[in-house]
């Protein structure tokens, strides 16, 4: 039996959703995973907007906090049954130190927490790779994957101190790829703005 919730996406819930959460966000500042996490898991409409981010059709099934087998365990699936394709997230805490944190006088070192998202989605794709026909996999999936897509979201711009921090996250985001896919890596901010775009472009062709 499938472990996801058949979702009719709905653009005006979407719509609601997105600017409620905006808005909480401006006065949020810095904020640990746990408050952010609930803040999104209210809003599953707005959440069906990352699959657009990345590279997937309109989503039908949605899941917060995937687990099977013990093995590990997503923040956030978004699937499309008809084409068997899913999408993968993994919410990191939105904290000044979320993606850099103390270094040197030149640079600051790369944060725990965005290495921690990370290595979350490895192990999704590894599960994936070494059990492709696991029945306890594909029973949980609702049947056979075809592709999957991945993101991590973490820390605000804010934290992010200069351009020099600004071009690093970049080229992490532009470059880093799991099983030939883009393993995405988004500040909160950037989040908003991509769900933005995705549902202004959805609205021009409904």
Wanted: one cysteine or more; hydrophobic letters at 45%.
């Amino acid at each position: 039996m499938s472990s996801f919730e058949r979702i009719k996406f709905d653009l005006r819930h979407a719509d609601t959703e997105l600017i409620s959460f905006k808005a909480w966000l401006a006065t949020a500042s810095f904020v640990g995973e746990t408050v952010i996490v609930a803040e999104i898991k209210k809003r599953r409409h707005m959440a069906c907007l990352l699959a657009s981010t990345l590279g997937l059709p309109a989503p039908d099934m949605i899941k917060f906090e995937l687990a099977l087998k013990g093995m590990f365990r997503t923040d956030l699936v978004l699937g499309n049954d008809g084409q068997r394709r899913f999408g993968l997230v993994e919410f990191e805490d939105a904290e000044a130190t979320s993606i850099f944190r103390r270094g040197t006088v030149q640079y600051r070192f790369w944060s725990p927490r965005i290495g921690h998202g990370f290595s979350q989605i490895l192990d999704w794709a590894w599960v994936r790779s070494d059990h492709p026909n696991d029945s306890v996999l594909l029973a949980g999936f609702g049947g056979p994957i075809t592709t999957s897509a991945y993101a991590v979201i973490c820390g605000r711009d804010a934290s992010l101190a200069d351009d020099v921090e600004r071009k690093r996250f970049k080229h992490r985001r532009d470059h880093l790829k799991v099983e030939g896919q883009p393993a995405l890596v988004l500040t909160y901010d950037e989040m908003v703005r991509s769900m933005e775009d995705n549902l202004a472009a959805a609205k021009t062709w409904s």
